[in-house]
């Protein structure tokens, strides 16, 4: 017999945990994004595109060094407290008897370790280069994006988003495929789920897709859907009836 009032307490732990990681991912954005002070002149004469983009980036990171480490480490919070929302995930998939093996498990809590690894080296890469770039030599974009290209630790830190992001889009595919399944989720939210974890890899917007999905989760889990959760919360005989919309 499902206890299902004991899903609902601790549901509303992993709610609240994931709404606090959506604040806190939503706040790194913003911070990091408004953090860049007033640029620098570069001249008259006319600097490609790429350069000058590199250029702003070194400009942005050495006018607000501060800001940029409170956004790594807000972001760093929001993947932390991902790992008790995914940890409840797998709890409630496997409790209501779908086959969620290690796979799941290992990269529910082995994901956001590793993306957050991956976020802190990246913040001390760029800092490096940053530091190189106002310790000597001419402030120029030709320059910044020289010292941006000839960063062996920046290029490691690209590989490690991209390998750490496959780990950390697995568990929510399969959190997602499998939530949908047991008709916790909503045809269009596991669907949405699998197209987070797909774009998280492949295109800029799949931060932005990961966000909305955990705060759908986190809504979920907490007790409130417009329009009433789907049954399978909190009718256990209803688990397994895929929910339409």
């Known amino acids: 017999m499902i206890d299902v009032e004991r899903e609902r307490r601790l549901g509303r732990y992993a709610g609240a945990a994931a709404l606090a990681g959506v604040?806190?991912?939503?706040?790194?954005?913003?911070?990091?994004?408004?953090?860049?002070?007033?640029?620098?002149?570069?001249?008259?004469?006319?600097v490609p595109d790429s350069q000058l983009s590199r250029l702003h980036e070194i400009q942005d990171f050495h006018s607000s060094p501060t800001a940029q480490a409170v956004a790594m480490a807000l972001r760093c919070t929001g993947l932390?407290?991902?790992?008790?929302?995914?940890?409840?995930?797998?709890w409630l998939i496997r409790r209501r008897g779908a086959p969620a093996g290690r796979?799941?498990?290992?990269?529910?809590?082995?994901?956001?370790?590793?993306?957050?690894?991956?976020?802190?080296?990246?913040y001390f890469a760029l800092k490096d280069v940053v530091d190189v770039f106002y310790a000597s030599g001419p402030h120029t974009a030709a320059r910044a994006s020289q010292l941006i290209d000839d960063a062996n630790a920046l290029k490691v830190a690209g590989v490690l988003d991209f390998t750490t992001r496959i780990v950390f889009a697995t568990w929510i595919a399969i959190a997602s495929y499998h939530l949908m399944k047991l008709g916790l989720l909503t045809m269009f939210l596991g669907y949405f789920g699998l197209a987070a974890a797909l774009a998280l890899?492949?295109?800029?917007?799949?931060?932005?897709?990961?966000?909305?999905?955990?705060?759908?989760i986190g809504f979920l889990a907490w007790g409130y859907w417009p329009g009433g959760r789907p049954e399978a919360w909190s009718d256990p005989a209803a688990t397994g009836r895929p929910v339409a919309i």
């Open 23 to 46: 604040t806190a991912s939503c706040a790194a954005l913003v911070i990091a994004n408004s953090a860049g002070g007033r640029r620098a002149p570069i001249g008259a004469n006319a």
């Open 80 to 90: 932390v407290l991902a790992i008790g929302v995914g940890l409840f995930l797998y």
């Open 103 to 122: 796979l799941l498990l290992s990269t529910v809590v082995a994901g956001p370790l590793l993306v957050c690894a991956a976020t802190v080296f990246g």
């Open 201 to 216: 890899v492949l295109i800029p917007i799949g931060d932005a897709m990961y966000i909305g999905w955990m705060a759908s």
